[in-house]
T-cell receptor, first 112, second 114 residues
Framework: DAKTTQPPSMDCAEGRAANLPCNHSTISGNEYVYWYRQIHSQGPQYIIHGLKNNETNEMASLIITEDRKSSTLILPHATLRDTAVYYCIVRVDVGSARQLTFGSGTQLTVLP | EAQVTQNPRYLITVTGKKLTVTCSQNMNHEYMSWYRQDPGLGLRQIYYSMNVEVTDKGDVPEGYKVSRKEKRNFPLILESPSPNQTSLYFC?????????????FGPGTRLTVT
């Protein structure tokens, strides 16, 4: 699985867009980018994933650069409940173990 | 509602007293897994199961057992708990084909072994 690099922490004002970057410069052609988040000591929650095209769902948008070496998770209108650790995970979409390797993630703090 | 449930949510026990943490999912997922989370070490996989009667070791299986007799249940068994198994435990499940790594996690079980 490709290694990912995320900033350890970020702040965002409530109501503003939160843009969380992830660097995955060694990503290979068949690896997907997944985002999960973990609100304090709760179970991780799936947010979104993509391969090469930008993706949007009810929670967030995922922007993947054309060379696929980095991506940005966008929470369009951050709320206090979005305060959490956000994990960017890169790996192939198939495999026997299907283990998710969580790095250290980005602690997003949404400020009132 | 699609969910993964774990019981108990909190448990304090003593060294050597066998315990079981239950995990159940209602989404007909083939894949189920147990993770433990410790400060500074992140989430580490203990065991996983690709389907009924199929289980395999993750990264940190020592001191744990699992079973998968039914598709919906995947209990984690600590035959002789030790203080180094004090941790936050999560169960997760997903489909195995066609739907990627969208895993659903349970709410967690906080275990303290004294």
């Amino acid at each position: 699985d490709a290694k990912t690099t995320q900033p350890p922490s970020m702040d965002c004002a409530e109501g503003r867009a939160a843009n969380l970057p992830c660097n995955h410069s060694t990503i290979s052609g068949n690896e997907y980018v997944y985002w999960y988040r973990q609100i304090h000591s709760q179970g991780p929650q799936y947010i979104i994933h993509g391969l090469k095209n930008n993706e949007t769902n009810e929670m967030a948008s995922l922007i993947i650069t054309e060379d696929r070496k980095s991506s940005t998770l966008i929470l369009p209108h951050a709320t206090l409940r979005d305060t959490a650790v956000y994990y960017c995970i890169v790996r192939v979409d198939v495999g026997s173990a299907r283990q998710l390797t969580f790095g250290s993630g980005t602690q997003l703090t949404v400020l009132p | 509602e699609a969910q993964v449930t774990q019981n108990p949510r909190y448990l304090i026990t003593v060294t050597g007293k066998k315990l079981t943490v239950t995990c159940s999912q209602n989404m007909n997922h083939e894949y189920m897994s147990w993770y433990r989370q410790d400060p500074g070490l992140g989430l580490r996989q203990i065991y996983y199961s690709m389907n009924v009667e199929v289980t395999d070791k993750g990264d940190v299986p020592e001191g744990y057992k699992v079973s998968r007799k039914e598709k919906r249940n995947f209990p984690l068994i600590l035959e002789s708990p030790s203080p180094n198994q004090t941790s936050l435990y999560f169960c997760a499940s997903s489909f195995t084909t066609g739907r990627g790594l969208k895993q659903y996690f349970g709410p967690g079980t906080r275990l303290t072994v004294t």
